[in-house]
């Protein structure tokens, strides 16, 4: 079920929100060669609660720690540890915060130095494809037309669409319906109305769509390991289109 959020709920989507929005701000200069995953999930687990959030992933279902730390050909889920970054790597942070029950969630992801042009222009044709996605969020339309979206600017780049992971509601829940995949039909799925909040989040490689899992239980791979980036906002659907819980606006 889909659940239409209260204006009570809605105030605290936004407060949880900018809390995942002011983590990435904060870890953004920590994020340099030579430094460790596991230092950076340090600093993050210590700034939400400073916030007075906590760490919406540490527990979920067992995953160990605050924030998920995905290098390179690392998709989604990696696990922080004493993995020191290096000069060219690409790391997605993916932070989830909860605050009073509600919780915010966004990923995005970073270059360590200096990256080659091929992994540079990933990141960007995969934000491109973000915000396609987001540009369909409104009330009438359908989730299908989002996941059309991101689709249609990821065959533009020839770039491979991860089908087994997807966006996904956000509230009292980490993860709510509806599912959001990344490839679709327009106007198909459930219709969108205002008072929605969810996750929009393209995961796009550089090589073929197929990923495997490590042995780890969590960290998912491209099969190819070659390079995939993530991007990621929570939104609400507005009377006339969407509102980034996600941001610092």
Known sequence: ?????????????????NIVYQTHQYLKPFIKEGITTLELDRLAEDFIRSKGATPSCKGYNGFPATLCTSINDEVVHG????????????????????????HGDSAWTYKVGEVSKEVSDL????????????????????????????ETVAKKY???????????????????????????????????????VFAVEPMLNLGSRDICMLDDGWT???????????????????????????TGE
């Open 1 to 17: 079920m889909i659940n239409i959020k209260s204006d009570h709920e809605i105030e605290l989507l936004r407060i949880a929100g």
């Open 79 to 102: 696990i922080p540890s004493k993995r020191k970054l290096k000069n060219g790597d690409i790391i997605t942070l993916d932070i989830c915060a909860c605050y009073k029950g509600y």
């Open 123 to 150: 990141m960007d044709e995969t934000k491109e494809a973000l915000f396609a996605g987001l540009a369909m969020v409104k009330p009438g339309n359908r989730i299908g037309d989002i996941s059309n979206a991101v």
């Open 158 to 196: 020839h770039l491979g669409v991860v089908r087994e992971l997807c966006g996904h509601g956000v509230g009292h829940e980490l993860h709510e319906d509806p599912d959001i995949p990344n490839y679709g039909k327009p106007n198909t799925g459930p219709l969108i109305k205002e008072g929605m």
């Open 220 to 246: 998912i791979v491209t099969y190819d390991e070659k390079p995939s980036a993530h991007f990621e906002h929570t939104v609400l659907v507005t009377h006339d289109g969407y509102e980034i819980l996600t």
